[in-house]
Nanobody, 125 residues
């Protein structure tokens, strides 16, 4: 089970940190992904932390601004979002799978077995 927290309203250029708390499995054993879905658009992958080798991958649209990290003690994965833009406005979801994924499948919604409930991020002045 996953629970996502930390969304809110922020001005352009501001920051937010989202948290994804896992229960029933350890975040070390899973590949964790953050996705987002804006109104009228498909859900898209944002940032991923792979299991086994801890490789991190980010979408081009968030490179240099978003950082994914893991706190083993809290069994939580974070998404630090800086320099937020209006186009970052969306519902953000965390997702996890214990399966080993090849890089091309990280971005596919169907690759994940567990999903958090989503948290709204609104970037507006």
């Amino acid at each position: 089970q996953l629970q996502a927290f930390g969304g809110g309203l922020v001005q352009p250029g501001g920051s937010l940190r989202l948290a994804c708390v896992a229960s029933g499995f350890t975040v070390d054993d899973a590949t964790i992904g953050w996705f987002r879905q804006a109104p009228g658009k498909e859900r898209e992958g944002v940032s991923f932390l792979r299991n086994r080798n801890s490789q991190i991958l980010n979408a081009d649209s968030v490179k240099g601004r978003f950082t994914i990290s893991r706190d083993r003690a809290k069994n939580t994965v974070y998404l630090q979002m800086n320099s937020l833009l209006p186009e970052d406005t969306a519902v953000y979801f965390c997702a996890a799978t214990k399966r080993r994924l090849i890089i091309s499948t990280l971005w596919e919604v169907n690759s994940y077995d567990y999903w958090g409930q989503g948290t709204q991020v609104t970037v507006s002045s």
